[in-house]
């Protein structure tokens, strides 16, 4: 039954230092079983996404049973929504659990609830894929139409996703209401924003989905196809957002921790959380920026919005470069720069976070030149896309995520990571960047030469401009073997870590503030203002466009199967 929670978690109020005794073992279980799936999604999804490159490449073509744009759909699928949901909810339920004394047991109930919800809505969505009825693209735009079943399947998710959700909701208000005047800990903090935005993100497409299943079951003739991508990318945008705040919770919290540091400021970190739940969602029409049915005035707005992410993101570089830094010269570091040489490059827990978030400053920068009409125009279709997505979700998300699994994995089925294990990982982080960056690259590169995203292999009838892309082609499938290399390792390793590591305790970390942090506000612990500002946000952005496209709704289309 584990230990009682009062005896798992103790708080020094005079001091704001908190001190951790473990998780609890039906939590670790919980959790552990959601990395479970997660990393079987990443080795699957990988699979697929090699075969793409191949066929890209024209290596391979993929059998008429189960052909490119099938791979395409799992692959986006899979990895996109399983993977990184699984991921995430087995993270925060295992942090939670840590960090506030264990999970409630209708809490945990909540969490097996989701589990089998998300489990089965993967699988009946998935089989539609693979039995050709479902080749509809991550994106599942209309018209083309999948089978009732995939949307059906997609329901289950999101049903499981928020009962996710409002399991860690009860949780965190039980434990306040049980510590009145005290700050939740960072880490319950950042869980708690984390499902908020997934809940708000999530509302637009399942709205969406609610449409697609009577015309996908013919009770109704029609669907109105700018509203329909419209829902869509209130979620698609926002989804990615998700990703990367669950990857900064880390950076936050255990990142300093590792380095032998301390927080900079826990007041800058939440403020990083509910800037970024308030700002999120209103910036999906910058996937739409060439999409006609909307007023420029309001595609500015979300243009502003989208651009306005890059404030937090950019308190959390300094954030955690000022935390190197400090770190560095506490350990005795001289000059400008010897601070560097202080943070411990062989521990690949800091490592692969690292890397993600160097990463995330060209991904980045490729994100503000799809919020230009100009320049998105130039690349919108292109395999730069593909390339900006692969560096934002492929570095800076998953490196994170493998980080955090080197450490959070041992934890929880109380084990150990052995030196040899750590320099493997290392090994693994390595083929990881170098195949992302070989085939990031490319996809950038022949993205600005013309090279269209989607599509399988062709030589456009001899086209000239066509042939000068295979170069880049090969790059491309050359960067996915490196890269499904690195996926069997990191799989093998927390499989490893799970079931076969030496016996023991590794820590779980969680960073302390500075000592001379000024205390935290308690106004930063108002949810109930931070959600109120997010709604009339999304409502600025949202209301005007959606009654619009309702009121004065194009002509709608029949369902259209293209495969």
Known sequence: MGLPAKKLYDHT???????????????STLALTFFVV??????IGGILGLLQGLERAGVMTMPTWFDYYQTLTAHGFILIVVFTGAFLIGYLYGGVSHV???LLPKVRKMGWTSFGLITFGTVLTTSQVVIGEASVLYTFYPPMAASPAFYIGLVFIVLGLWTAAFGIFINVAHWRKNHKGQHIPLFAYFATGIFILLFGGTIGVTVEVFMLIPWALGWTETINVMLSRTLFWSFGHTLVNVWYLTAVSAWYVAVPKIIGGRQFSDTLARMVVFLLVIMNIPGGFHHQIVDPGFTEGLKYMHVFMSLAIGFPSLMTAFAMFATFERTGRKKGAKGLFGWVKMLPWKDVRFLAPFIAMVAFIP?????????NFQLNQVVHNTLFITGHFHITVGVSVALTFFGIAY?????????VMTSAMNKLAIIQVALWVVGMLIMSGAMHTVGLFGAPRRTAFTDYFDSLQAAGWNPY?????????????SVCLVVYIVFHLMFKAPKGETEFPIAEVEEDAPATPKWTERWSLWILIMVIVVSM????????????APPGSPPFKTW
């Open 13 to 27: 109020p005079i001091t704001g230092e908190h001190k951790f005794l473990g998780t609890n073992k039906q939590d």
């Open 38 to 43: 997660s990393f079987i999604a990443l080795l």
């Open 100 to 102: 506030l004394g264990g």
């Open 363 to 371: 991904g980045g920068a490729g994100g503000i030149a799809q919020t």
């Open 407 to 415: 450490w959070l994995v041992p934890h929880l089925s109380k084990r």
């Open 473 to 485: 082609y090969m790059l491309i499938a050359i960067g996915g073997t490196l890269l499904i290399i």
């Open 541 to 552: 952005g949202y209301v005007i466009p959606l009654v619009d496209l309702i009121v004065n």
